[in-house]
């Protein structure tokens, strides 16, 4: 609900949180001092959101669509978020992946009004004071990146901050967060896009990255000063690059309440799919192979969340393990590569080394390949061909984003398996009519789990978010599945109805925090009522 109007007079129409523009009533203005200062007449809720509808859809492009949304939330929060929710599937694709990806592209190019907190490394040894400067103290979900691995686009500077803004206002949309108990960060250590530092309108600092110990102690200050002036705060980690991801997440994830959304949130959203695609093939996890496309923490990620989803049903971490293969621009990963990283190790099995990405998949016999890589087009004809002959029902998901980056595409993946794949995509793509077949690609994307694992936070005050709770996150997505979706091959709930999937997911998560000691807030008696209770509702009220 939209925060009670404090304020009078023209501030009033230039607070998002308060102002209701056509809608305030006549009382309102009356009492608010607003009387002359909008036309006469009174609109509903119901009516501004029909004007947005039309107002975007005088627009051309989808990044104009975006911009227009970006404006309508610095205007008026609640009309944003009843429009956002009006019509999730419609929404998330502007205001998310993939038009965020080309919003943060242009970032310097279409900058208008500020958003959220910009820490630069030359404010080092003053953060805390920076982030006195926001308006609001309590704080419960700040999403962070660096900007230097801006979905599959690299290293966009400041620009990145698309990202932490999208993500959280998706925080609210899909799951119902409250918007004032969140905060968007960019930390800007410099870039190392020659392009944006040569660009006159580039708005980040104008120097190379930062690496090393300075850059380690920047991070241990920026979580000092989140610990210490929003000790409930959640820290989600995004769009940093692999060697930062994982040390970062290493350092911290025992203990602060921190998760890294490209390594867990995606692999929750992975193993959703697979639950999913067992219920199609009726086969058990523990006798599925896997072969990734790409070696890096998102890779390796979704490799040990299956592995540890894999030991609850019975194997050992190590045999585990040994199901999961990756793959990367110099061939298959195995064991006497001298080029891995610490975390790619424990997925370098004994095997002959092999340079073509088809010779893997006939060699291992995966049951899926997993696209990580940010590199188009990997996934050719040539792949899903070999992936149909091994299995009746191959499981192909090109997770790389935004769409531009896709591995392939959903018709691509149908096509060349003769309508045999059960395919996901972390962009979103249209279904595809094959024969009289019409196949519903699912978006395997994080916003299935990141919001639903906020709200759990949110109504739990969880002191940890560890492996299980994303185990348990993709569970209750994948059972949220029907019948009649798995039938057109969609294997995640609808997009139509992700709010519902949600909280249903948070309550899942929240119970798993209340039953094993997470929790630093009293159980309630209705952990899923409770959920719906605590959820941002985007309406006036009085
Ligand atoms: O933002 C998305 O669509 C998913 C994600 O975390 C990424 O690709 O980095
Ligand atoms: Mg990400």
């Known amino acids: 609900m939209s925060t009670p109007i404090q304020n009078k007079g023209y501030a009033v129409l230039h607070d998002s949180s308060v102002n209701r523009g056509s809608a305030f009533t006549e009382a309102q203005r009356k009492a608010a001092g607003l009387e002359g200062l909008l036309p006469a007449g009174v609109d509903t809720l119901e009516l501004q959101i029909a004007r947005v509808h039309t107002q975007l859809n005088m627009l051309d492009t989808d990044l104009q669509r975006y911009l227009f949304l970006m404006d309508l939330q610095s205007r008026n929060q609640t009309l944003f978020y009843a429009v956002l929710m009006s019509d999730a599937a419609k929404f998330m694709p502007l205001v998310y992946t993939p038009t965020v990806g080309e919003a943060c592209q242009k970032f310097d190019h279409i900058f208008r009004s500020t958003r959220g907190l910009y820490l630069p490394i030359s404010a080092k040894g003053r953060l805390q004071e920076l982030m006195s400067n926001w308006p609001q103290n309590d704080i419960r979900f700040i999403v962070v990146t660096d900007g230097e691995r801006i979905l599959g686009l690299g290293d966009l500077g400041v620009g990145g901050m698309g990202i932490p803004i999208g993500k959280l206002a998706l925080y609210t949309a899909v799951a119902g967060v409250p918007p004032e108990l969140t905060l968007p960060i960019t930390l800007d250590v410099g870039t190392n896009n020659q392009t944006l530092l040569d660009d006159p309108l580039y708005l980040g600092l104008r120097q190379q990255r930062v ?11 920026f979580v000092d000063a989140v610990q210490a002036l929003y000790p409930k705060c959640c820290l989600q980690w995004e769009d940093f690059a692999n060697f930062n991801a994982v040390s970062i997440l290493e350092t911290y994830k025992d203990k602060i309440c921190t998760y890294n959304d490209d390594i867990q949130g995606t692999a929750g959203i992975a193993l959703a799919g697979l639950y999913a695609a067992l219920r199609i093939t009726g086969q058990k996890l523990t006798d599925q192979r896997f072969l990734f496309m790409g070696a890096g923490s998102a890779a390796t990620g ?34 006497t590569r001298t080029d891995l990283a610490d975390f790619q ?16 998949i006939n060699a291992i016999k995966p049951n899926g390949i997993v696209g990580v890589s940010t590199v188009p087009k990997l996934f050719n004809q040539a792949v899903i061909e070999a992936m149909s002959k091994i299995n009746a029902q191959p499981i192909i998901f090109p997770y790389s ?41 699912g978006q395997g994307n994080n916003v299935y789990i990141f919001p639903a694992m906020g709200m759990a936070v949110l109504a739990t005050e969880a ?20 019948q009649e979706d798995l039938n057109t091959g969609l294997i995640y709930p609808p997009q139509s109805q992700i709010l519902n999937a949600s909280l249903h997911t948070a309550a899942k998560v929240a119970t798993y925090v209340f039953d094993n000691g997470l929790a630093r807030v009293e159980r309630p008696k209705d952990i899923a009522a409770n959920i719906k209770n605590l959820a941002y509702k985007p309406v006036y009220g009085d």
């Open 211 to 221: 690496r090393g110990d300075d850059y380690h102690a920047f991070i241990a200050e």
């Open 463 to 482: 002191k940890r978010v560890t492996q299980q709770m994303f185990i348990v996150a993709a569970k209750a997505v994948a059972e949220q599945v029907t």
């Open 401 to 441: 984003n935004p769409t531009s980056r896709s591995e392939c595409t959903a018709e691509e993946a149908y096509k060349w398996s003769s309508g045999k794949a059960i395919f996901a995509s972390g962009s979103p793509f249209d279904p595809v009519t094959l024969g009289t077949k019409t196949f519903v690609p």
């Open 345 to 360: 190790k424990p997925f370098a099995h004994q095997h002959a080394s092999c340079k073509s990405f088809v010779d893997a």
């Open 302 to 335: 979704i490799a040990e969340l299956i592995s540890e989803a894999m030991v609850m049903e019975g194997l050992t971490i190590e045999e585990a393990r040994a199901r999961n293969w990756l793959f990367d621009i110099n061939g298959l990963v195995e064991s």
